[in-house]
């Protein structure tokens, strides 16, 4: 079945570091993926998207790239602060006969931030 | 954006038993999702609500067991029935608009 995985299931940075969380997916007909991130408590929230006519896209200190070859996004987080101290999920948009529109999502990524 | 609130935020139930979960966005919305979410694991999909039709289901879930109720196009409700203590996750509401957003979670613990 369709899938969305990651590559580093936890990931610990030092604070002010940069860090590149990975995902992998498979629908190579997929044409919309979000990165959300969730704290401790809390729903996902939503970060960045990016459409699969674009290669890259950038926010407030992140980035995400999307290499559509190897069906691969990542979402780097520049000078990492405690407060991106959470659990990142890619999410993939895929339309299903019969069900319309929806999201798969990774199996999510621990990000730690060292001091 | 969308602003989600979702009742009640956190409750223990007893085996057996129902919980209902209710879901409020701000503004009218065509679709509506209910996610679940075990204990250190990834969303999974439970069913897509839409007003004026009945909800549907993923593979794995079953309206017996999760009925959704979308009577309007800014709430929704999910039950989850005939409480196990399998059942114990976070269940999230989501809707999309220009993109997807999600409330802050249910957390339900089944004794």
């Known amino acids: 079945g369709e899938s969305v995985g990651l590559h580093l299931p936890t990931l610990s940075v030092q604070e002010g570091d940069n860090s590149i969380i990975n995902c992998a997916y498979s629908?190579?007909?997929?044409?919309?993926f979000i990165w959300y991130k969730q704290e401790s408590g809390k729903g996902p929230q939503f970060i960045i998207d990016?459409?699969?006519?674009?290669d890259k896209r950038q926010g407030q200190r992140v980035t995400v790239l999307l290499n559509k070859t190897v069906k691969h996004l990542s979402l780097q987080i520049a000078a990492t602060q405690p407060g991106d101290s959470a659990v990142y999920f890619c999410?993939?948009?895929?339309?299903?006969?019969?069900?319309?529109?929806?999201?798969?999502f990774g199996p999510g990524t621990r990000l730690s931030v060292l001091p | 954006s969308a602003v989600i609130s979702q009742k009640p935020s956190r409750d223990i139930c007893q085996r057996g038993t129902s919980l209902t979960i209710q879901c409020q966005v701000d503004s009218q919305v065509t679709m509506m999702f209910w996610y679940r979410q075990q204990p250190g694991q990834s969303l999974t999909l439970i069913a897509t609500?839409?007003?004026?039709?009945?909800?549907?289901?993923e593979s794995g879930f079953v309206i017996d067991k999760f009925p959704i109720s979308r009577p309007n196009l800014t709430f929704s409700t999910l039950t989850v029935s005939n409480l196990s203590p399998e059942d114990s996750s976070i269940y999230l509401c989501?809707?999309?608009?220009?993109?997807?957003?999600f409330g802050p979670g249910t957390r339900l613990t089944v004794l």
């Open positions: 629908n190579s007909a997929s044409d919309y």
């Open positions: 990016i459409r699969s006519n674009m």
């Open positions: 609500a839409n007003q004026g039709s009945e909800a549907t289901y």
């Open positions: 989501s809707v999309m608009r220009d993109t997807q957003y």
């Open positions: 999410a993939e948009n895929i339309f299903r006969k019969n069900y319309g529109q929806n999201f798969v």
